[in-house]
């Protein structure tokens, strides 16, 4: 009864694990990214506080979209691995998109942007599966 009675109870600090791990790979990645910023290809000195710069925007977004994605899915009982996913890239895209003036929507434009849209896409699907991990290791949806 001990062991099953532990396994059955929510640890909500998975949760915040995955909250705060699901930033790290948009900074890193858009990091990495990022030579204008003074990133040296193959040189971890110069990408960690770039990253480090970029977690906190990349933690507020997660935090505020993921959270409100993550409300609306527990709700409809739909959180599921590939939920978080495509919730994480539809929002990534979108901020993307909002950052460049939603000039990729434009024809000349379009084919220029798209690249950078689908690496921050990637970078909000890594985080959306991030989270939906630790709401899964949490055991939330159980109780």
Request: net charge positive.
């Amino acid at each position: 009864m001990g062991s099953e009675a532990a396994g059955d109870n929510p640890r909500p600090a998975w949760l915040i694990a995955g909250f705060l791990a699901a930033p790290l790979a948009p900074a890193f990645v858009l990091a990495a990214r990022s030579p204008g910023l003074g990133v040296e290809p193959g040189d971890m000195a110069s990408l960690l506080p770039i990253a480090a710069l970029l977690y906190l925007p990349s933690f507020f977004s997660v935090a505020l979209i993921g959270g409100l994605a993550l409300t609306v899915l527990h709700r409809l009982k739909r959180v599921r691995w590939w939920s978080g996913l495509l919730a994480g890239f539809a929002a990534a895209a979108l901020l993307s998109y909002l950052f460049t003036g939603f000039r990729g929507l434009e024809a000349q434009w379009f084919m220029a942007d798209l690249t950078g849209a689908l690496v921050w896409a990637a970078c909000g699907a890594a985080a959306g599966l991030i989270v939906w991990l630790g709401w899964r290791l949490s055991g939330i949806e159980k109780s």
